[in-house]
Nanobody, 117 residues
Framework: QVRLVESGGGLVQPGGSLRLACTSS????????MSWHRQAPGKQRELVAT???????TYTDSVKGRFTISKDNTDSTIWLQSSDLKPEDTAVYYC???????????WGQGTQVTVSP
């Protein structure tokens, strides 16, 4: 029973930065994998970054060096710090939680990121 709420999206010019937040409730962080995904209209949902409960992170190649995923267990929040944003980063960004003991999946409702001059 996990509820995820994303925030921090908006309109930004190319080269700009945004910080996205995903706040979770209804469950404590135990053995989990959390991730950010994004989806543009008419496109498949794409994995952007993951963070394991131990702290290990992964990134898709297109965002390496520009995006950073982090977590804050104090307030059950994960962050996606994005910089040097490009028009191709435009998408709805979704937070995902996977409970590794049960393999249950939970999704947030998404936050829109638009990169445009």
């Amino acid at each position: 029973q996990v509820r995820l709420v994303e925030s921090g999206g908006g309109l930004v010019q190319p080269g700009g930065s945004l910080r996205l937040a995903c706040t979770s409730s209804g469950s404590t962080f135990g053995m989990f994998l959390m991730s950010w995904h994004r989806q543009a209209p008419g496109k498949q949902r794409e994995l952007v970054a993951t963070i394991h409960y131990t702290g290990t992170t992964t990134y898709t190649d297109s965002v390496k060096g520009r995006f950073t995923i982090s977590k804050d267990n104090t307030d059950s929040t994960i962050w996606l710090q994005s910089s040097d944003l490009k028009p191709e980063d435009t998408a709805v960004y979704y937070c995902h939680f996977r409970e590794l003991k049960t393999l249950r999946d939970f999704w947030g409702q998404g936050t829109q990121v638009t990169v445009s001059p």
